[in-house]
């Protein structure tokens, strides 16, 4: 698998590759319905703008 795989297969990775936004996008995509899906991850992805994409990806996942 070359570099440009990830760029195409996961549409919250850019500019650089990215395991955090790579294995929950991969997650959110073999979860059941109802399942839980559960990483740790950095504080970082709170607010680095280079996580913006993959915060708008998990926000219609989680529960209210």
Do not use: C, Q, W
Request: no cysteine.
């Amino acid at each position: 698998m070359t570099l440009d795989t990830f760029f195409e297969k996961y549409k919250t990775t850019e500019n650089r590759i990215n395991l955090y936004s790579i294995f929950i996008e991969a997650g959110l995509g073999i979860i059941r319905e109802k399942g839980i899906l559960s990483y740790i991850n950095p504080n970082s992805m709170l607010v680095n703008s280079s996580y913006s994409k993959l915060r708008k990806l998990i926000l219609p996942h989680t529960k209210k």
